[in-house]
């Protein structure tokens, strides 16, 4: 009952949001920030309530004939990443209340608030099913709300621009789960994904199926996970509402892919090339959107980059295999990326640029922004021993522990670990450090975006330390994957007993210091004014041409089509007639 | 089964669908409707009455209230017809392929 009331909570609240938004605007922001905090709560209560035992084969039937049913995931992986959409979705909300106050006027919030909480109720539900049908339509869901969201500021095209593309792109990765849901219906017969995963277990799955669903997943996970080579909508999607870029990056929408990935692992790793491609993929895309963060200067799409390389990290985790190290990065790179997102807010809302270079020495004006947003930044970059840290070690370590096949990957993802923290203590220093103070005037927030940079910032200092909470819940009722049992004391010893990983996490504090010191003797962080360095950003390493034909292509096939659209009725009736007959044909030959 | 009925049905038919594909006035498009209608409901009968199972009366109902349905429908369509031809002065479909405005 608890896990259907935590779905049943934001999508009814949705509504609810929504004929209240008719009448009052005040009253409707309440209860949407009502609302998402009754989710937060009643999806921390599940996480508590784990294992749950459901017994095998419950839930409600949905399609009799077919015998499916409809029920609930109850594992502690997907219990988790609920957890994490419903808790960081409501500080996002509560954040909203202020920054968003600012563009009322312009734009109505009830279609804010409204798709936000439905976004939040569709992500726990994607979470929180085990039947992958179902899991599709949570799919498409957070797909829509998240294109309803980036084109938030509809008065302005280049937002409708992005939204349009989140759409298209993320939709090329659909049409790959659907095809891999319909091929493992075909052989399997049902649409239950422990069903399938005992199935493919005794072996009684054919490598061609599992080959052909395998590959429909991966696209799915690429696109929804802004993987190479499909990566090129995350950046874009930037000209959301800076709320909603946290929630994007942090909650809803990218971890899908990750999930949907570590979800299927046990299914598909029985296929030879599955596994390496998943890995390949990860080490590529987190090399390459490390160097584009390195030369971005809109400070979004520096995060945004950074999302991408750290969902490289847990992609190429799942191919290794590191189950428990991908989940767990998972939920750190959720703490504290939605931390930093939130600091850019705060940014925005108080000096109305993005743009790196016009910022600098805004630390003394924002002493709080500055400390938390610090807290993130060395999260983000590894520096022992805040949460981004332990995670990133496991990451590599079950990489090494992959075996020789993965060696090339494993440097990839090394060289990408330093690359994340040059750029991300570039764009620290850029925003808040530099030579000379910044002149204007600028504040930190008020209450309603303080309360949740502090509780994000003792999250990403402090989230470590309930490693063993972590594991012994993450591994609640999962039957299909190896989820090791982790204690603190077990994670603190062999991480510092691994010299190699030591030594890396020892060198990026060593670049760190170093880069700091030469930036401030320089008075300047790195800063390339070639044009090619704006034009690779702007084109994500000439990967927008593939988007930019796709589509060109796709419209003019449309237009062509449009041709047989005459309005004149003999033709129609003429088409009409045609089809009779290839329906009697039809019917005859059956 | 093959018998001039089903004959007759089928020349209706296909004699509404010509008329349907081929002829330009608005009037004539109606009255191909029909024809097709009335075929069909002569299609309705005939399959009644070789089914044996005393089905006939069914059948009949059926045509029946088809029949009443259509003296409805045709009755819009007569209006629509009038008034396309208020507004474009002809009763050519050709006037009507643009639906805007």
Redesign the interface.
């Known amino acids: 009952m608890l896990a259907f009331w935590t779905i049943a909570t934001p999508l009814l609240g949705a509504l609810l949001v929504w004929i209240i938004g008719m009448a009052n605007d005040r009253l409707m922001k309440w209860v949407a920030v009502l609302v998402s905090v009754a989710t937060g709560v009643l999806v921390v209560k599940l996480l508590l309530a784990l294992p749950a035992h459901l017994p095998a084969g419950h839930g409600y039937f949905w399609i009799p004939n077919e015998a499916i049913k409809i029920g609930f995931n109850l594992t502690g992986m997907g219990v988790w990443v609920a957890a994490v959409a419903g808790v960081v979705g409501c500080l996002a909300v509560i954040f909203s209340l202020k920054y968003m106050e600012h563009y009322e006027t312009d734009y109505p919030p009830t279609r804010y608030y409204f798709f936000t909480v439905l976004f939040i109720g569709s992500m726990i539900g994607l979470a929180l099913t085990d039947n992958l049908l179902v899991l599709y339509l949570f799919w498409e869901m957070i797909g829509f709300c998240s294109y309803i969201l980036i084109a938030y500021f509809y008065k302005d095209p280049k937002a409708v621009f992005s939204g349009t593309k989140a759409f298209v792109v993320t939709r090329l990765g659909d049409i790959g789960l659907l095809a891999g849901i319909i091929v493992l219906w075909h052989a399997t017969k049902t649409t239950n994904i422990f069903e399938i995963l005992d199935l493919a277990g005794t072996g009684q799955i054919d490598t061609l199926t599992l080959g052909l669903a395998g590959f429909g997943f991966i696209m799915a996970a690429v696109g929804k996970s802004a993987q190479f080579p499909l990566h090129v909508w995350l950046p874009d999607a930037m000209e959301a509402p800076t709320t909603i870029s946290a929630l994007i990056h942090a909650a809803c929408l990218v971890n899908a892919g990750v999930y949907l990935l570590a979800l299927t692992y046990p299914l598909f790793v029985m296929v030879v090339w599955w596994a390496p491609l998943v890995l390949w993929i990860g080490a590529i895309t987190a090399l390459l959107a490390g160097i584009l963060a390195l030369i971005e200067y809109d400070i979004k799409r520096v995060l945004a980059y950074s999302t991408v390389s750290q969902l490289g990290f847990m992609v190429a985790a799942v191919g290794a295999g590191g189950i428990f190290a991908s989940q767990f990065h998972l939920v750190n790179h959720a703490i504290f990326k939605a931390l930093l997102f939130l600091c850019a807010g705060a940014i925005v809302h108080a000096i109305g640029t993005r743009d790196l270079r016009e910022m600098g020495g805004l630390g003394r004006k924002m002493p709080l922004t500055r400390i938390t947003c610090a807290i993130g930044v060395m999260a983000l970059a590894g520096i022992p021993f805040l949460n981004g840290f332990w995670s990133k070690d496991l990451i590599l370590e079950s990489i090494v522990m992959a075996g020789d096949w993965a060696a090339v990957p494993l440097v990839l993802l090394i060289v990408s670990a330093f690359l994340t923290a040059a750029y991300s203590l570039r764009m620290y220093w850029m925003a808040f450090a530099g030579a000379r103070p910044y002149e204007k005037e600028a504040h930190d927030g008020p209450w309603q975006m303080s309360v949740p940079l502090v509780l994000l910032a003792m999250g990403s200092l402090l989230f470590w330390l309930a490693v063993g909470f972590y594991s012994t819940q993450a591994s609640a009722d999962v039957l299909y994957h190896t989820m090791p049992h982790m204690s603190l004391q077990h994670l603190v010893i062999e991480t510092l007993h691994n010299t190699g990983l030591m030594v890396i996490a020892g060198l990026i504090v060593v670049v760190w210091v170093i880069l700091g010191i030469a930036w401030t003797r320089a008075g300047q962080a790195f800063s390339p004014k070639d044009p090619w360095a704006d034009a690779l950003t702007e084109t994500k390493f000439g990967f927008d041409a593939f988007y930019n034909t796709g589509v060109r292509m796709l419209t003019d096939f449309c237009r062509n089509l449009t041709r047989l659209q005459?309005?004149?009725?003999?033709y129609n009736?003429?088409a009409a007639?045609l089809g009779l007959v290839i329906l009697l044909l039809l019917l005859v030959n059956n | 089964m093959w018998n001039a009925y089903w004959i007759a049905v089928l020349f209706l038919f296909s004699l509404g669908i010509y008329a349907l594909i081929f002829r330009h006035n608005l009037f004539h498009l109606i009255l191909a409707i029909e024809l097709m209608a009335k075929a069909l409901c002569l299609g309705v009968l005939v399959a009644g009455s070789q089914h044996g199972g005393g089905l006939l009366s069914v059948s009949e109902t059926m045509v029946i209230t088809i029949i009443l349905i259509e003296v409805a429908t045709t009755a819009i369509a007569l209006s629509l017809v009038v008034s396309a031809h208020k507004h474009t002065g002809s009763m050519d479909i050709a006037a009507l392929r643009r639906l805007k405005g």
Request: hydrophobic share 50%; glycine share 12%; no cysteine.
């Open positions: 005459t309005g004149d009725i003999n009736a003429a007639a």
